[in-house]
């Protein structure tokens, strides 16, 4: 069997596929290749596009699917991934499978941990939605925690993975604390937070931008993980009060927009340097970002772009429709052209995703 050595320059996503339109891979494949990676996908699904269109054709591929592919890989020595990004999987028996791969690529011993940084989005629900994958998923999710480098669970999925509800801020420093400590990941993110306005105010934050848009808040935390020579992790004993955490509040752009959060993770994923050097203080004596928080920032800012783009095309697209819809309009086909309308512009977006003009700055709450 070819030996399957950690290759530096690429990366291995496993998440949904689209024939049409941008989630899952299609919405992470181009902005990673942009960033200069090589990018290897695996499918776990393949539909005709997302399902918020209303109808939809296609397959969800089950476990032995996935094991097929990872088996032939392996076989030719293209195990070689260095990164390794994991989204929406459709069935616990998948997300075990994947667990599996990604316990035999930290087994390499290029360093202590197989010399892969892993980032795991843990696709299960929304708030206001709930869970919309199969309740068997979420203790396999729990497994995969002690083998990512990087999480980046909504609120909805934070929750769902600590069993603590977020209510307030010591709520928030708890689901924080426990993803680092009890499940010993390196680098948390909380992609969007609600938070009661006394709190906001009390780490700086507001409900609205000062143009009056209203404002979404992300949360983000690193500690040091220490690995041992069987692979087991081990986290600093710090309480939630003593966790160094920054946030970035970025507007919140209005209507429905499908594949955002899995462009957010292969963004974060693509330009986070580990060794690099964490810059973004104001001056000489402030705290300088950690990498994965400047990796954040200049995720949103991407994503900002993206959606300006977008949403411009949409405006101009709206403004040549008829005032008024045709009392005879099918209603699902008027689903389905509102849908088209709103995929996200990414090829169009090549100079914002490559050259990022950030806007929205992370900085520390406490």
Request: charged share 20%.
């Amino acid at each position: 069997m070819a030996a399957n050595v950690p290759d530096p320059t690429r990366i291995l996503s496993v998440q949904s596929h689209v024939v049409s339109g941008y989630v899952g891979n299609r919405s992470a494949t181009f902005p990673l290749q942009l960033l200069g990676w090589d990018v290897d996908v695996a499918n776990t699904v393949q539909f005709s596009n997302h399902t918020g269109y209303g109808r939809w054709g296609g397959l969800r591929f089950d476990a032995q699917h996935l094991q097929d592919l990872f088996d032939g890989l392996e076989k030719n020595g293209l195990l070689r991934y260095s990164r390794m990004l994991t989204g929406y999987m459709p069935s616990a028996a998948v997300v075990g499978t994947v667990l599996q791969l990604v316990k035999k690529l930290r087994s390499r011993k290029a360093d202590d941990e197989g010399g892969l940084v892993y980032l795991l989005d843990p696709v299960m629900g929304d708030m206001g939605r709930g869970m919309y994958v199969a309740p068997e998923v979420l203790p396999i999710y729990k497994q995969m925690l002690p083998y990512a480098t990087i999480v980046t669970p909504n609120q909805f999925e934070a929750q769902a993975l600590t069993g603590i509800d977020i209510i307030d801020l010591a709520s928030m420093r708890s689901v924080i604390h426990a993803l680092h400590t009890q499940h010993k990941v390196p680098h948390v993110i909380v992609t969007s937070v609600e938070l009661p306005d006394a709190d906001l105010a009390a780490i700086g934050a507001h409900r609205q931008l000062p143009d009056g848009r209203p404002a979404m808040l992300q949360v983000g935390s690193s500690l040091d993980i220490h690995t041992n020579q069987d692979g087991e992790r081990s986290a600093s004993t710090l309480t939630p009060d003593e966790l160094s955490i920054w946030c970035i509040q970025f507007p919140e752009v209005q209507g429905y927009f499908s594949g955002v959060g899995d462009m957010f993770a292969a963004l974060t994923l693509g330009r986070f340097h580990p060794q690099g050097q964490a810059d973004g203080a104001q001056d000489a004596k402030a705290r300088p970002l950690t990498p994965i928080a400047r990796a954040s920032e200049m995720a949103i800012a991407s994503l900002q772009g993206v959606l300006t783009n977008t949403c411009r095309v949409i405006d101009q697209i709206e403004a040549a429709l008829p005032a008024q819809a045709s009392p005879d309009a099918d209603a699902a086909q008027t689903k389905v052209d509102t849908m088209r309308r709103r995929e996200l512009r990414v090829v169009q977006s090549r100079a914002e995703i490559e050259n990022p003009t950030i806007v929205y700055r992370a900085r520390w709450i406490n």
